[in-house]
């Protein structure tokens, strides 16, 4: 096999959003689309070369394809070894994992997440470093850059390799590792969970329903909750991975969830409900009659880990994205732990967890983790509340109740403008950013505006700025609400706008959410005008 260097032209949009390179698979088609980006990875991460590269992603269209491709590049760009998911295949929090376990030099996830796949829908790729998280702001802006002058790649020639079949095989120089996807994954979620508890709670009678919404975590469902845990198959929805979702948007919420949330919310439904993302490192959390917002799912997470066999020392602190709702500081406070707030996105996390600062962390976007791996986790935040309602012997409602009590209620939504023009969105940001300077001490019916800027995050470790993450207008009474761009949308350009209303009055706690939060939902479309701007007269989802 010959090693050939490839002329190219760069192209121009190749920035990495909030979660690695996303676009519809037709772009990454183009001739030399996924190499000029990979080429980049492998010019900027020096240390690939004589190293070795963990590369899987999430089984959709074009996984197969890209997967060859890289491959190929990794050889002749010198990569020592890779190790490869079978079929191709890894979840986000496995890639983590298998990075850290065999102290690789990173990885590269192809996903598109909870975006829509098949040939019309979306891919992605993404590099994740040596601690196994994604890469830090300044690698992938040099990423990008380097994106913007390339003019060669280096391929093997006409290279293929089986992927089917565990076990070695060379490629040019590289050896390549094929294993299976599962086992080191369900492994360490058993060293970190108490399954004999689990297994007890489960064969007592309580029954579970996990959807895995036709995407790669189905796999690792089957070998966790059934084979491991002994919950039986008929606990499992959409258990299969394909690479369209099933025609599905493979991202857990109450819209493309339905059906769990029709099991969950019947009479006589299961004790516990869960589903998973495309890549599977999102999870929401829910009971029978209950779902648990992501952002309060974090919050309980963190107060009862005690109660898991690896946070039963105690966590050292916790970490939000600033979207999130501050039911997690609540907790924090009472543990009396350092508790910080991150621009949205995984990254921002990695750094904390590097330090030993913070434990468990999560976002309002429905991911959730801990320091053991660098990713977010939807096994993982399943497998914690599993444990927690084995050791309580509470229902979720119940569970959710006592904590609501104990710490106050942060009823949360967030409202989705998607595909809008992007002169239109960007045009309510700035309407918004225009009266950041005088909001401050007005009132609107009974809030008053307390604080109203543009976040900007300071990281406490290697003191990197990250600004304009986001706008966010604070009231006295603790309610807000923020306003952001999404970063890994394709289509346009998607408005997030995140209400949030502290509420401690006891008769007040249960209140259903929506009608909780409507007050300030009004009062947030006002100051952004959003419907007049955007010209959409409702939010395309509210969750
Ligand atoms: C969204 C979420 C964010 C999450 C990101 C990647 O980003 O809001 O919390 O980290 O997706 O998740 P944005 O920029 O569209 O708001 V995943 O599951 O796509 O890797
Ligand atoms: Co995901």
Redesign the pocket.
């Known amino acids: 096999m010959e090693m050939k260097v490839v002329r190219t032209t760069p192209f121009k949009d190749q920035k990495p959003?909030?979660?690695?390179l996303?676009k519809k698979v037709s772009v990454f088609q183009q001739a030399g689309y996924l190499e000029n980006f990979v080429q980049s990875i492998f010019d900027v991460v020096e240390d690939l070369r004589g190293g070795t590269i963990v590369i899987g992603g999430d089984g959709r269209y074009y996984n197969d394809v890209a997967i060859q491709i890289i491959l190929s590049m990794a050889a002749a760009n010198g990569v020592k070894k890779a190790i490869v998911g079978q079929n191709g295949l890894f979840s986000?929090p496995a890639v983590s994992h298998i990075i850290r376990k065999y102290k690789t030099q990173g990885g590269i996830v192809l996903?598109?997440?909870?975006?829509p796949g098949g040939p019309k829908g979306d891919f992605?790729i993404?590099f994740n470093g040596e601690n196994g998280g994604p890469a830090s702001e300044s690698v992938t802006n040099a990423i990008f850059q380097n994106s913007l002058k390339i003019d060669d790649y280096k391929i093997l020639d006409k290279s293929k390799i089986e992927l089917g079949v565990c076990g070695t095989s060379k490629l040019g120089d590289m050896e390549v590792e094929i294993i299976d996807p599962v086992s080191d994954y369900a492994d360490l979620m058993e060293s970190l969970f108490d399954f004999n508890a689990i297994r007890d709670w489960l064969a007592s009678g309580r029954t579970m329903r996990f959807d895995a919404m036709h995407a790669i975590t189905g796999s690792y469902a089957k070998a966790v909750f059934v084979e491991r845990l002994g919950a039986p198959e008929t606990a499992l929805m959409n258990a299969t991975p394909s690479p369209d979702f099933g025609g599905a948007h493979p991202d857990p919420n109450p819209v493309y969830a339905k059906d769990l949330f029709d099991t969950m919310f019947a009479d006589n439904g299961p004790d516990f409900g869960a589903a998973s993302?495309?890549?599977g490192?999102?999870n929401i959390i829910l009971g029978r009659g209950i779902f648990v917002s992501p952002s309060d799912s974090v919050a309980v997470i963190a107060a009862n880990a005690h109660l898991v066999p690896a946070y039963k020392t105690g966590i050292a602190g916790v970490a939000r994205?600033m979207?999130?709702s501050a039911a997690l500081d609540r907790v924090a406070e009472k543990l009396g732990i350092e508790y910080f707030e991150t621009p949205?996105?995984?990254k921002f996390f990695g750094n904390l967890l590097d330090a030993g600062r913070i434990t468990i962390c999560g976002?309002?976007?429905?991911?959730t983790s801990s320091d053991h791996v660098r990713?977010?986790d939807g096994v993982w935040a399943v497998l914690a509340w599993l444990n927690i309602l084995a050791v309580r012997n509470m229902s979720v409602q119940n569970i959710m109740l006592d904590h609501w009590k104990t710490y106050g209620r942060n009823f949360y939504a967030r409202h989705d403008y998607e595909g809008v023009e992007v002169e239109k969105a960007h045009a309510v940001m700035e309407h918004i950013r225009t009266q950041l300077d005088t909001l401050p001490g007005q009132s609107f019916g009974a809030e008053t505006v307390k604080f109203a800027d543009s976040f900007t995050y300071h990281d406490p470790i290697d003191g990197s700025v990250s600004e304009n993450q986001g706008l966010r207008i604070g009231f006295e009474s603790g309610s807000r609400f923020v306003v952001?761009?999404?970063?890994?949308?394709t289509v346009g350009a998607?408005l997030?706008l995140y209400v949030e209303k502290y509420v401690t009055d006891p008769d007040r706690l249960n209140d259903d959410n929506h009608t909780a939060l409507a007050d300030i939902v009004t009062i947030a479309e006002k100051i952004t005008d959003i419907h007049n701007l955007t010209g959409r007269d409702k939010a395309s989802l509210v969750t």
Do not use: F, M
């Not at 996903?111 to 975006?115: D, K």
């Not at 976002?363 to 991911?367: D, L, R």
């Open positions: 959003g909030t979660s690695g996303r986000t996903s598109a997440s909870h975006n992605g993404k993302d495309g890549d490192d999102r994205s979207p999130t949205t996105g995984w976002e309002e976007s429905a991911g990713e977010k952001r761009l999404s970063g890994t949308g998607t997030r």
